[in-house]
């Protein structure tokens, strides 16, 4: 009886992470550096541009 409650009690102090909350959104976009055109997603979430191999390649888009 007190498991379902604890359960629920970690879920509302935040300890508990649903899979919806680590979903990244993200766009398809081509990205300009030195001189050639890269591959990469826009992350909205951590405002960043990321390549297909998971480096960063700019931050802070201003949005």
Same mark, same amino acid.
């Given at each position: 009886?007190?498991?379902? +409650? +604890?359960?629920?009690?970690?879920?509302?102090?935040?300890?508990? +992470?649903?899979?919806?909350?680590? $979903?990244? #959104?993200? $766009? +398809?976009?081509k990205y300009k550096t030195n001189g050639m055109w890269v591959?990469g997603k826009i992350d909205f979430k951590n405002k960043e #541009?990321?390549?297909?191999?998971?480096? /960063?390649?700019?931050?802070?888009?201003? /949005?």
């Amino acid at each position: 009886m007190e498991e379902w +409650r +604890r359960k629920l009690h970690d879920l509302l102090e935040g300890k508990t +992470r649903l899979f919806e909350e680590d $979903y990244r #959104i993200t $766009y +398809r976009c081509k990205y300009k550096t030195n001189g050639m055109w890269v591959e990469g997603k826009i992350d909205f979430k951590n405002k960043e #541009i990321v390549d297909r191999q998971g480096n /960063i390649l700019r931050r802070d888009l201003g /949005i």
